[in-house]
């Protein structure tokens, strides 16, 4: 068999790339079994190396005091490496002492460069690792010491970091952080401190924090920005704690640390871009802050949903094992109360259908992985709503940027969220036939079935996603005979059969 030029240099260039991915590979397995000789050594108190890189992560380009901070630890701890790490590389150049002491780590470098110049773990050597703000300065040569003591004191348990205020900075505050990736929200509390220090999930203010190497680069993004929200979601996910020493071991003497309220304004805008970039790369839509504030980084009126076109009843998200965004409930319980005002204030009879009833009867609310709202409408009472009667002409956005139109799936209503963003209630018009309700076209859902109107006679007043709605007179008997018996008390996905919900995870 002949091998063809093409095909002999298609196979050279798959065997070269087979080779490098396996020396990097291999060279990261050594960096790694280095640092964790390097450590076991220094624990049974070797003395070959230092045991901490100093690394800061936090500052900005056009205004810092990366130079200064490296200096007041290399002055005092000249054998610590210190490493000033940035996205892209700084601009005007950070001015780092020279003697090789201090370096700079870019973790976005050209194409031209190998693979491990931007990846932090092969930059840092040595056990442990300080994360130190901007503008802090070392002045006590033992607080590396005193703070490696406290990590080491744990045992192992559960406390994985160790911080220490800064002097003359705003205060560190140790918060509780809950972190719920199935509901998209990271909920923050204060901490009550102990009398030796508080133990937490979180830490808000300045501090300097170390931990091991270990630990840091087993993270999925060690070095995210802002660093402390990056680090803590992550920590706390895996169980982490981190402890706040109550003394202050490092001073500022750089306050503020901006020069003019620009920078500050600059600076602060920086952040809050990153932090958005943050919580949407991490799939957290929703913080709830200590002050009972809330950051939300979703879906909103001017922008699309979260998710996709839903097939076979069973949105994107819950194959990632996770509920409707908050933004989007946040939206449908908006659109659910406006379209309901427009209904009794036009005379229009309507109440809970479907999953929306169902939600009602379980939670009081939509039902936390559902998507849209339904509404049954008497079909007789469509002419009284001005924005129902004319939609066979096309759709109609009405002065508060709601979209109200015909369905193109059936015949029935919808009414969505905005012209950008598709999140809906949509409205099946019945009429009554010998005493039964029922409508001219149908839908291939479990629910979608004709039922007696004496399940309307009368409606009545039901607690639903913050508002009062009206409901069939018997709910549980109106949702069983759409959905069968005890509906109520054993929550499943629309269709257990492309995805299953895990009860035992409720």
Known sequence: MRVTFCQGLLSGAIVLNLLILYFVSRAQQQMMEKRKDFGRGSRRGNSRGPRVTVLLREFEHFENYVGEVARSFLRLRPELPFLAVADTLPYPPLELPEGGGARLLVLHPGPDQPPQAHRPEFHVQTEFVLLVPDGVELEQGRAVERLIRELEGE?????????????????????????????????????????????????????????????????????????????????????????????????????????????????????????GRLMRGFGLKRLLLPDGKEQ????????????????????????????????????????????VSILEASGVRYWLEGGSLLGAARHQDIIPWDYDVDLGVYLEDVPNCDQLKNLDAGSLVDANGYVWERAVEGDFYRVQYSEANHLHVDLWPFYPRNGVMTKDTWTEHRQDVEFPEHFLQPLVPMPFAGITAYAPNNPRAFLELKFGEGVIENPQYPNPARKRLDRSRL
């Open 155 to 275: 045992g192992g348990g559960p406390v994985r970091l160790v911080a220490a205020p800064v002097q003359a900075r705003s205060a560190a505050q140790c918060l509780h952080l809950r972190v719920s990736l199935r509901e998209w929200t990271a909920t923050y509390t204060a901490a009550a401190a102990g009398s030796s220090g508080s133990v937490c999930t979180a830490l808000q203010g300045d501090a300097v924090v170390l931990l091991r190497a270990e630990d840091l680069f087993n993270l999925s993004a060690p070095l995210g920005r802002p660093l402390f929200p990056s680090l803590f979601v992550q920590t706390s996910l895996r169980g982490w704690k981190v402890k706040l020493l109550e003394s202050p071991l490092f001073s500022a003497r750089r306050r503020p640390l901006f020069s003019s309220a620009h920078n500050q304004w600059k600076a602060d805008s920086g952040l809050r871009a990153a932090a």
């Open 296 to 339: 939300w980084h979703g879906c909103g009126k001017e922008t699309e949903r979260c998710f996709g076109t839903v097939r076979d009843d069973t949105p994107d998200y819950l194959y990632a094992d996770r509920w409707t965004p908050p933004c989007c409930l946040r939206a449908l319980r908006e659109t659910a109360k406006y379209v």
